[in-house]
T-cell receptor, first 117, second 110 residues
Framework: EPEVTQTPSHQVTQMGQEVILRCVPISNHLYFYWYRQILGQKVEFLVSFYNNEISEKSEIFDDQFSVERPDGSNFTLKIRSTKLEDSAMYFC???????????????FGQGTRLTVV | QKEVEQNSGPLSVPEGAIASLNCTYSDRGSQSFFWYRQYSGKSPELIMSIYSNGDKEDGRFTAQLNKASQYVSLLIRDSQPSDSATYLCAIIQGAQKLVFGQGTRLTINP
């Protein structure tokens, strides 16, 4: 069964460093997303990406964050100058895209646990 | 008012019984509703999607939607210990963005 894969599973970085989280979405999916979950809190939307551009982003997704689809398979999240409060699980997700707007099912990768020290 | 509200639990149900999980949402224009299951330290796993008023059944799971009351629920029949997890209710906001509730922690007692 196709699945979203993420690497690495765990990343430890020093405050102020840059990290890149990687994702391979399901191959026939057109929409890609990043979500994050701080320990004990709810899953929060960061950004959605379609047709090689950001389609929507949240207030969390400020200039510190960027996304890229560098080739036909990978989707990356870059966090520049990490802060302690960036420590969280980061989930990549993908969806086929709606035949009717909104009617789409998103499937999540296993996540990258980012720890900023 | 929170966009998606769930009772955080924990909800304890004996094995073999029916577990009932509830969710309310504030956006009356919402059209798409999802239940995800999340085991501790793992990613959300899609269980059910529902788009129309009424019931939708899939195996031991039944999702129920009442748009007039802005209410969506998930029933798990013949609950098993492996069903113990946090259940996340989510809606689509805008074109594609998922908005999650806090989740309800469910424990099935053998």
């Amino acid at each position: 069964e196709p699945e979203v894969t993420q690497t690495p599973s765990h990343q430890v970085t020093q405050m102020g460093q840059e990290v890149i989280l990687r994702c391979v979405p399901i191959s026939n999916h057109l929409y890609f997303y990043w979500y994050r979950q701080i320990l004990g809190q709810k899953v929060e939307f960061l950004v959605s990406f379609y047709n090689n551009e950001i389609s929507e982003k949240s207030e969390i997704f400020d200039d510190q964050f960027s996304v890229e689809r560098p080739d036909g398979s990978n989707f990356t999240l870059k966090i520049r100058s990490t802060k302690l409060e960036d420590s969280a699980m980061y989930f990549c997700a993908s969806s086929r895209g709606p035949t009717v707007v909104g009617r789409t099912e998103a499937f999540f990768g296993q996540g990258t646990r980012l720890t900023v020290v | 008012q929170k966009e998606v509200e769930q009772n955080s639990g924990p909800l304890s149900v004996p094995e073999g019984a029916i577990a009932s999980l509830n969710c309310t949402y504030s956006d009356r224009g919402s059209q798409s509703f999802f239940w995800y299951r999340q085991y501790s330290g793992k990613s959300p796993e899609l269980i059910m999607s529902i788009y129309s008023n009424g019931d939708k059944e899939d195996g031991r799971f039944t999702a129920q939607l009442n748009k007039a009351s802005q209410y969506v629920s998930l029933l798990i029949r013949d609950s098993q210990p492996s069903d113990s997890a946090t259940y996340l209710c989510a809606i689509i906001q805008g074109a594609q963005k998922l908005v999650f509730g806090q989740g309800t922690r469910l424990t099935i007692n053998p």
